[in-house]
């Protein structure tokens, strides 16, 4: 069965950046779309952006645009999420899910993710 980790969550300051990875492990995840979400306390889980098995991106949020880029490394069987310019409102825990399809979704639907990481807390103080 296919498991993922996350790693690179953390505290930083207003205006910093971070990584976070995605690490699978028991397949391969070159036939998987991976997709970042988050989920803050006391919000709806909110999907941030998803990248393909052929590397196509599709973000699913308008805040996070120019901010935020998706990246896969097959061959490390890993997805990273470059974050920047971070504000408060970004602190949640962030959570990696593969679905078994090749292509992206068009709109974020947590239902139709197959797996899902344990997540990776990113504080950013007020």
């Known amino acids: 069965q296919l498991q993922l980790a996350e790693s690179g969550g953390g505290l930083v300051q207003p205006g910093g950046s971070l990584r976070l990875s995605c690490v699978a492990s028991?397949?391969?995840?070159?036939?998987?779309?991976i997709t970042w979400t988050r989920q803050a306390p006391g919000k709806e889980r909110e999907g941030i952006s998803c990248?393909?098995?052929?590397?196509?991106?599709?973000d699913y949020t308008d805040s996070e645009k120019g901010r935020f880029t998706i990246s896969r490394d097959n061959a490390k069987n890993t997805v990273n999420l470059q974050m920047n310019n971070l504000t408060p409102e970004d602190t949640a825990v962030y959570y990696c899910?593969?679905?078994?399809?090749?292509?992206?979704?068009?709109?974020?639907?947590?239902?139709?993710?197959?797996?899902w990481g344990r997540g990776t807390q990113v504080t950013v103080p007020s």
């Open positions: 990248i393909s098995i052929t590397h196509i991106s599709t």
């Open positions: 899910a593969a679905e078994r399809h090749a292509k992206c979704r068009d709109v974020f639907v947590s239902s139709g993710l197959d797996y």
């Open positions: 028991g397949y391969s995840l070159d036939r998987y779309a």
